[in-house]
């Protein structure tokens, strides 16, 4: 299952350092951020991100305490 | 400006106001202190907020954190001015930052404000306005003059002409009648007309476009991720130098504080954000400025690919050619070019084969059914018809020679003619070029691309196009999987010096498309298969635009180039300089702020293609 959501985040290195860090997360298939389209695309092995997801944000936000991801 | 924006410009102009007032103040000691420590709060507060949130986290090498222990470290030695221009600077150039991000956001999103939030809907006589993902297929839409076609379709009354120039960067209208397909995305110009829709919103050609734009980002270049990768190392190496630099010499001469101070300048420094945004930056602003010509890129790997292809393969048929098809020459053997134009007109009277219909055309004149009394088409060589009493074959050399006829041989496609067993001569057909595929070829060249054809046609035919376009290499007679295995013997040939390309017109070439390191597909409008199997679609029919879309990536390719090369030279001037003590932390938030500022003015050059 694939995904986007929309992540508003404030540098360009700092969203290649949550996209790096999601990617270790266990059952994330595949994880991109761009930074330039303010979103992440989120690939998993389950159907429901809903679980996933919580643990993404709480990565992103141990990385960047003012990001923000929101579903699109 | 964003509302965030202008409260940041307003603190830096603050805090700079502030800095140049307290030094004017003549007083010395911990009220000094005191009165110094007001600017650099009201400018960096954020800075050092986040970098302790982020050291609870562990998080150390970021950049908030390097900025505060240079600035803090430049206060502990009493060097006030520094810490706060710093500071302030640094704001400046984060500040920027944003400033350019969100414009190049915008102009891309204006780029994309193609698809219309209504659609006019036809129900049971009067005109509703709905949103189109309402309306289903073979419903019928209004489109008004002024309006964007919500969704693809075909006109069923009224003419008027189309701008596609958001879709194909032409500018010069198209026109467009009853019976002709309409795409989303266009404007109507001039009338207003009816259209029964062929697709869901969803599915049409604007949605896909902007899907394919909008996911584009994702498959990330090269150079992208070596300049992550980089970053990942170079803020820790250069911090541990910094480190060392405060430490083992003043261990020697005991010159604390010096050694500190030089130790900053590298922490200043430090940080890769220049360089981990301008690249994107430019791969996001080369895809729009491609976009804005009608080619889709579907990624920055693409995007960077593309200016490495060393051999670029076309198909024939479609792509180098209209795919339509034009009595080329008449060939009469004792009777007028007309009388054998008639008489193969009247033989193909009932065939719908693309050659069939352009003897037809070629002869233009009203064909009297009466006279052909029996018709047969005889599968792949031709048709034997009976016209005024007189048994007539019409078709290739084969359909010919199983009679016992003698046929003369014909260069491209010919279409031999033969009335009671007597040879009459031969129709050549051909088809035309594409205007402009020429020129697009010899572009190609200069660039230093090798431009092979592929087709599934005749040695004759193919050697007659390749003559005409001016491509180095040819080969004819392919079968569909033989191509696969021929684009895979190029790929072995020329893949060791750059990239192979792949262009077609994307209906029957996927696996060759999905095959080539680079597919393109071409002309677009209204085949989703095409944009689907594609890496790279061009929305019209025009080559030229493959030889723009190979500038548009050169171009992209030299400004990231330029980006990295500059933003690593200056900082390891800067580094040097700072080791012996030539560079303060005054020039090193210059040359850092200000590799930062002009690697975004060149990234954001790539927008502005023409």
Known sequence: MKKAYKIDIDCANC???????????????????????????LETDADDQTEIMKEVIRTAKKIEPDCEITAK | MTKREKKDLARIIASAALLIAVNLIPIDGWVKFALYLVPYLIVGFEV????????????????NFLMAVATIGAFAIGEYNEACFVMIFYEVGELFEHVAVGRSRKSIAALMDIRPDTANLERGGEIEEVDP??????????????????????????????????????????SAKAGDAIISGCVNLTATVRVRTTKEAGESTVAKILELVENSADNKAKSEDFITRFAKFYTPVVVIGAVLLAIVPSLFDGQWTKWIHQALTFL?????????????????????????????????????????????????????????????????????????????????????????ESIRDAFGGKIDRERVTE????????????????????????????????????????????????????????????????????????????????????????????????????????????????????IGKYGSVGKVLFCGDGINDAPVLARADIGVAMGAMGSDAAIEASDVVLIDDKLEKLAKALEISRKTNRIVTENIVFALAVKAVVLALGLFGAATMWEAVFADVGVLVLCILNAMRCLRFK
């Open chain 1, 15 to 41: 969203a290649s350092k949550v996209e790096a860090a999601v990617n270790k997360l266990e059952g994330v298939k595949k994880c991109t951020v761009s930074f330039m389209t303010g979103k992440l695309t």
């Open chain 2, 48 to 63: 050092l907020k986040k970098s302790a949130v982020n050291i609870a986290h562990g998080q150390i090498f970021d950049e």
């Open chain 2, 133 to 174: 993902d309402e309306v289903e297929v073979g419903s019928v839409i209004v489109v008004r003059p002024g309006e964007r076609v919500p969704i693809d379709g075909e006109i069923i009354e009224g003419e008027t002409s189309l701008d596609t120039v958001a879709l194909t960067g032409e500018a010069v209208p198209r």
């Open chain 2, 268 to 356: 200043v420094i430090s940080c890769p954000c220049a360089l981990v945004l301008s690249v994107p930056l430019s791969f996001f602003g080369g895809i729009g400025g491609a976009s804005k010509n009608g080619i889709l890129i579907k990624g920055s790997n693409y995007l960077e690919a593309l200016a490495k292809t060393s051999a670029a393969v076309f198909d024939k048929t479609g792509t180098l050619t209209k795919g339509e098809f034009a009595v080329q020459s008449v060939k009469p053997v004792g009777i007028s070019e007309r009388e054998l134009l008639e008489l193969a007109a009247y033989a193909e009277l009932d065939s719908s084969h693309p050659i069939a």
């Open chain 2, 375 to 490: 018709w047969k088409n005889e599968a792949g060589r031709g048709v034997t018809a009976v016209i005024d009493g007189a048994r007539v074959l019409c078709g290739n050399e084969k359909l010919l020679r199983e009679s016992g006829i003698d046929v003369q041989k014909t260069g491209g496609t010919g279409v031999h003619i033969a009335k009671d067993g007597e040879y009459l001569g031969s129709i050549v057909i051909s088809d035309s070029l594409k205007p402009g595929a020429r020129d697009a070829l010899e572009a190609l060249g200069r660039g230093g691309v090798k431009t092979i054809m592929l087709t599934g046609d005749h040695k004759s035919a193919a050697e007659e196009i390749a003559a005409k376009v001016g491509i180095d290499e040819y080969h004819a007679e392919l079968l569909p999987q033989d191509k696969v295995s021929k684009i895979e013997e190029i």
